[in-house]
């Protein structure tokens, strides 16, 4: 009788761990799926949109606090790059896919990657704030970004990897080549930081880095660089426009881009959610908070004319 006690011990035992291995293996597989409220996903960014991105986060994450949204900060070009990892389940980059790209995505993932447009920036041209030149043509920026000396120097957000270097060149230049006094700093940072040290140097930079009065580093800059100003090609002769979301939605400021997301995600997992916080209200009013227009509320964006 004690031996058949054993024995059911034993067997108690056995069973007892067999379906413990069970409930953990069904757990394992149930966490490794992330949703809109918990999970961890790695996302790349367009540098030159890492303040109101990082902002977006933070608030995302302090709603949901069992997400974690990695994000890296680099070039587009990398960036597209990183599209292609299965790890990165997301990026956000100042243009869309191209026809071809997506074919091929949708080739090798069986499903349209979503994208869409969720908000509208600037590139902002910034000054030293003893500078006396802060009134800019477009042909004159032309000029200083194609100038064969160095009299006026034009710092840009690195090589030609940027979003903003790629902005300049297609659509400013046309093509053309930069001049011999356009220098390469080190990211957004960088360019604020080399035009706060040279009184005759002007730069170029996304909205978000600048302007933001809720971002003590930005109200610090603020002290040190200042806006320029572009000529407003709508407007009656003569009149200037800095970038704000008025001055975005009504195409007063000439140099405008969008912000796209490119998400590898075909079900409810947190890209999505993320993506959803993102162009809802709490969302774009982030974006309008950072000086960048909201893409999903209607603010009479119309085409620009540039």
Request: hydrophobic fraction near 35%.
């Amino acid at each position: 009788m004690k031996r058949m006690r054993n024995s059911w011990s034993v067997l108690f035992i056995v069973l007892y761990w067999l379906a413990a291995c069970k409930n953990s293996n069904s757990n394992t597989n149930a966490n490794k799926y992330d949703t809109p409220q918990q999970g961890t996903i790695h996302i790349s960014v367009d540098e030159s949109f890492k303040p109101v991105i990082a902002e977006q986060i933070k608030v995302y994450q302090s709603s949901y606090p069992n997400t974690h949204i990695l994000a890296e900060y680099k070039s587009e070009a990398d960036c597209f790059r990183d599209l292609q990892k299965d790890s990165t389940r997301m990026i956000i980059v100042a243009k869309p896919l191209t026809e071809a790209e997506r074919k091929a995505y949708e080739a090798k993932l069986s499903y349209k990657p979503p994208t869409d447009i969720i908000a509208y920036d600037a590139v902002s041209v910034i000054v030293n704030k003893e500078s006396k030149d802060s009134l800019f043509t477009l042909e004159k920026l032309k000029k200083l970004l194609t100038a064969d000396t160095s009299v006026t120097p034009v710092a840009v957000d690195g090589n030609n990897a940027t979003s903003t270097v790629r902005y300049l060149l297609d659509s400013v230049l046309h093509g053309k080549p930069f001049g011999k006094n356009v220098r390469a700093a080190n990211a957004s940072r960088g360019v604020i930081d080399y035009v706060a040290q040279n009184k005759d140097a002007i730069g170029f930079v996304g909205s978000s880095w600048v302007g933001n009065m809720d971002d003590p580093q930005q109200v610090a800059d603020s002290k040190i660089i200042k806006f320029a100003l572009l000529e407003c090609k709508p407007c009656d002769a003569g009149t200037y426009a800095k970038p704000s979301p008025e001055s975005i939605s009504y195409t007063w400021y000439p140099l405008v881009r969008p912000l796209h997301y490119i998400l590898k995600e075909n079900t409810l997992g947190l890209g999505t959610g993320f993506v959803t916080f993102m162009t809802l209200e709490r969302g774009q009013l982030i974006f309008r908070r950072s000086y960048l227009v909201p893409g999903k509320i209607d603010l009479n964006k119309r085409k620009s004319d540039m």
